[in-house]
């Protein structure tokens, strides 16, 4: 059975430090992995997906990368700013549906204060 | 404006009754999916459907129902048999295929007491 682990639960930071974010997973046999974003209250954005192929995709300020073979990737956030406050969830797809099923960890809540 | 839309965005019920919630989505996908957000719990999967008239249990299917009509529509009832139904439910929906990544509407939040 998939399970994704993130770390640090919580992180509080200064406004333009870069950041790192963690994601773990214990069965390595993925198809893909989403980094979202979720803002209290709110459903959850994409940021990112990267394909079992890939070893990282960059979107603006943000990297994320994969190492498949040691169940993990991290999420780079560069110059952080106060309007990057929010949860983010890593899910890894993998086997349990016809076409792969999502695996969720349970989300790092980040707070860049001024 | 392409999207997926839940609605209502609150709900309130009384113990023991039925509740349908709404995801409709303009994306043109053939896949969609209920999940349930709990603190601490990180997302669960309650069913799925990859195409119309077809949909799959997830992981905690029990007290839940849907139905699969349309491709635009994927609505979710809580039954009275839901022994813990008030949550953060999330409707999302995907290209089918194992590449695609799944993009999720805004939520619905439902209270039972």
């Known amino acids: 059975k998939q399970e994704v682990t993130q770390i640090p639960a919580a992180l509080s930071v200064p406004e333009g430090e870069n950041l790192v974010l963690n994601c773990s997973f214990t069965d390595s046999a993925i198809y893909n992995l989403q980094w979202f974003r979720q803002d209290p209250g709110k459903g959850l954005t994409s940021l990112l997906l990267?394909?079992?192929?890939?070893r990282e995709q960059t979107s603006g300020r943000l990297n994320a990368s994969l190492d498949k073979s040691s169940g993990r990737s991290t999420l780079y956030i560069a110059a952080s700013q106060p309007g990057d406050s929010a949860t983010y969830l890593c899910a890894v797809k993998s086997g349990g549906t016809s076409y792969g099923k999502l695996t969720f960890g349970q989300g790092t809540i980040l707070t860049v204060h001024p | 404006d392409g999207g997926i839309t839940q609605s209502p965005k609150y709900l309130f019920r009384k113990e023991g009754q039925n509740v349908t919630l709404s995801c409709e989505q303009n994306l043109n996908h053939d896949a969609m999916y209920w999940y349930r957000q709990d603190p601490g719990q990180g997302l669960r999967l309650i069913y799925y459907?990859?195409?119309?008239?077809?949909?799959q249990k997830g992981d905690i299917a029990e007290g839940y129902s849907v139905s699969r009509e349309k491709k635009e529509s994927f609505p979710l009832t809580v039954t009275s048999a839901q022994k813990n139904p008030t949550a953060f439910y999330l409707c999302?929906?995907?290209?089918?295929?194992?590449?695609?990544?799944?993009?999720f509407g805004p939520g619905t939040r439902l209270t039972v007491t």
């Open positions: 999302a929906s995907s290209a089918t295929g194992y590449r695609y990544e799944q993009y």
């Open positions: 990267i394909q079992s192929s890939q």
């Open positions: 459907s990859q195409i119309v008239n077809d949909f």
